[in-house]
């Protein structure tokens, strides 16, 4: 049975950081695209960056340059790493593995933005 757990979120006032963690069970990162999407209240889900199998990342322009994702294969974790946040930044990001015929989500976590 696959598993993704996110954690890390939470509330920080505007220009902090946070780093969410995506851990998985029944899934090996490394042989699959891995993607952080984030929903904002009455938003849609939005791709915020992804990790390939080879390594290659890629960010959304709304967080380009604030905005990282890696890989532990040894932890078979994801990770975002959220510098300079924003309120706008403010959504529940989830995290999402897997291939076209399976894909897996988490639960989501919470990152609240606000003074």
């Known amino acids: 049975q696959v598993q993704l757990v996110e954690s890390g979120g939470g509330l920080v006032q505007p220009g902090g950081s946070l780093r969410l963690s995506c851990v998985a069970s029944?899934?090996?990162?490394?042989?699959?695209?891995t993607r952080w999407y984030r929903q904002a209240p009455g938003g849609q889900r939005e791709l915020v960056a992804a990790i390939n199998s080879s390594g290659s990342t890629n960010t959304a322009d709304s967080v380009k340059g604030r905005f990282t994702v890696s890989r532990d294969n040894a932890k078979n974790t994801v990770y975002l790493q959220m510098n300079s946040l924003k309120p706008e930044d403010t959504a529940v990001y989830y995290c999402?593995?897997?291939?076209?015929?399976?894909?897996?989500w988490g639960q989501g976590t919470q990152v609240t933005v606000s003074s």
């Open positions: 029944g899934i090996i990162f490394r042989f699959y695209a």
């Open positions: 999402n593995t897997g291939d076209p015929n399976r894909t897996y």
